[in-house]
Structures are given as structure tokens and as C-alpha cells.
């Protein structure tokens, strides 16, 4: 059997979410998979895929509107393959402490494409971050990095387990 494809496409504005998708591709490739991380804004056509990790940065409690076009573009060509969906952003350590509902945007992708998970992990914000809000919160002392690459490489080998216990089955549904 051949490995399978993955597509972790993102939507990020400072870095960190993209940050986050390189994890998981390093981590999905160790496992045997091959994986790509590419923005979700430049993904044109998924069809060469077998599965898709779609992740988005919070801002101000919307998920990013690449990730949201993403979902909206793609939804038909998804249909059937397995999805799985994050969120990154928290400024703290609570995407560590328990599991964080997606914000309304993410739910809807979450229905939209039949993802079969999705989660948040915490964000990065650092004095190199653009944007006037992202800069007045590292002024206030709110910033730091809150990324917990342990949890993102095991988030990871689930989606691996999962591809691979639904290798035999011709939709990738359980």
C-alpha cells in the first residue's frame, strides 16, 4: 500500500500557526506519510490528496479567513476524505488545560467538511508581530509563546493511527 497524502494547509498572519502546521508535517513524515504544509490561501486543488489537516489562527475570536475560504472552496472536492481541523492562538496555557470548543467559524468548517476532529493549540505572539492590536497586547505584557510541541506531535500520531486503521476501507470513514 502506498503511504498516504497529506495536505496540512493554514491560515496565519504572524507565523505561529504556520509554525504549528511544519510540526505536524515533521511529525506526520516520521510516521511514514507524506505530508505538505502550505498556506490555505495558495491551495488551488486538493484531489492529489488523501487527507487534509486545515488549521487557522485566532484573532479577536474569529478563525483566520484563509482557513475559512479554505473550508468554503473546498468543501465539495473534501467530500469523503478525511479532515481534521485546529486552532491556534490562546496566549496562555489553557489550549494545554483542556479542550477549548472551536469559535463559531471553525464549527462551521467542522460541519461543513465532516471533520473528524478538531482541536487548539496555544499561540505565539512576539515583539515581531505586525499589526497594531498584536502589538499593543506584547506591550501589556500578554505576548509569549504558549505552543506545546509535545502535544502537537501526538495530536499528530492519532491522525496517523487513524489513517491507517481506515486503509482498507475505500471511503477512509471508519
Do not use: C
Request: charged share 25%; glycine share 12%.
Amino acid at each position: 500500500m502506498n503511504a498516504p497524502r497529506v495536505l496540512v494547509a493554514y491560515g496565519t498572519k504572524n507565523g505561529s500557526t504556520a509554525s504549528i502546521a511544519d510540526i505536524i508535517v515533521t511529525a506526520l513524515t516520521a510516521e511514514g506519510v507524506h505530508a505538505d504544509a502550505r498556506p490555505a490561501g495558495k491551495v488551488r486543488d486538493v484531489d492529489e490528496y488523501d487527507a487534509v489537516v486545515l488549521g487557522g489562527a485566532l484573532y479577536a475570536g474569529r478563525w483566520h479567513r484563509q482557513a475559512r475560504g479554505f473550508a468554503r472552496r473546498h468543501a465539495k472536492a473534501l467530500h469523503g476524505k478525511p479532515v481534521w481541523l485546529f486552532s491556534s492562538g490562546p496566549l496562555d496555557d489553557s489550549a494545554d488545560a483542556g479542550q477549548i470548543p472551536p469559535v463559531p467559524q471553525a464549527a462551521e468548517a467542522v460541519r461543513k467538511l465532516g471533520a473528524r476532529e478538531h482541536t487548539t493549540f496555544g499561540g505565539r505572539l512576539t515583539e515581531q508581530a505586525s499589526g497594531f492590536i498584536a502589538k499593543a497586547i506584547v506591550r501589556n505584557g500578554r505576548g509569549g509563546d504558549f505552543r506545546n510541541p509535545e502535544r502537537i506531535e501526538q495530536w499528530s500520531k492519532t491522525i496517523v493511527a487513524e489513517l491507517r486503521a481506515n486503509a482498507g476501507s475505500p471511503s477512509g470513514k471508519p
